[in-house]
């Protein structure tokens, strides 16, 4: 089978985000950088004025942040049961488990699809924290779960509501940044 290369074939299988209406050509979202994370085996791009770094002490933790947007990926080598790997990483948040509301509010879970070798997992949600994290409380979580081809991974998107749900442009850019990411080889 084929590796895949992108991560933007995967996400235009589990959940294509639908045209604006009246939209007839929109111009793709600049994202000039390429970033690799720290052991080397996916990288994605993203505006000039983000900011990728590795979690300190945990190379397979990378995150690209700017706009008031934040892409979390967690890699892991060798493949992990796809349902038990999505579970963990939706449970991946921007505070502490004792900070956030027990509750989540589902736009969608665990949306199916797959591409070659590689099967993937798709959900998204609100998280209500109790204090604001960047000026809002509410945020919305995208999580998409890729497993296959020798490794598991998720690449997470975070949006505060109140942009997310006022900023057609935010939402573009937020999702042009987690298609971008790429497995090693590059195509």
């Known amino acids: ?31 000039p950088l390429l970033h690799t994370n720290a052991s080397t085996t996916l990288r994605l791009r993203t505006p000039r004025d983000w ?6 002490g945990q190379p397979e933790i990378t995150e690209a942040q700017g ?6 990926i967690l890699r892991r080598d060798g493949e992990l049961g796809l349902d038990g ?7 991946s948040r921007l505070a502490p488990e004792t900070q956030a509301q027990p509750q989540v509010e589902y736009e969608y879970d665990f949306v199916s699809g797959a591409a070659g070798e590689r099967r993937a997992l798709d959900s998204a949600f609100v998280v209500h924290y109790d204090a604001p994290i960047a000026g809002a409380k509410d945020w919305r979580q995208r999580n998409l779960t890729i497993v296959g081809g020798g490794e598991s991974l998720c690449v997470i998107g975070f949006a505060p509501m109140p942009a997310w749900k006022r900023s057609k442009e935010l939402r573009r850019l937020l999702s042009a940044v987690l298609a971008s990411v790429e497995f090693k080889p590059w195509r």
């Open 51 to 56: 900011t990728v770094k590795s979690v300190p």
């Open 67 to 72: 706009g008031g947007l934040l892409v979390r």
């Open 85 to 91: 790997m999505h579970v963990e990483c939706m449970l």
């Open 1 to 31: 089978m084929k590796r895949l290369p992108a991560i933007g074939l995967v996400f235009a299988l589990v959940a294509p985000l639908p045209a604006a209406a009246g939209d007839k050509t929109v111009a793709p979202v600049d994202l």
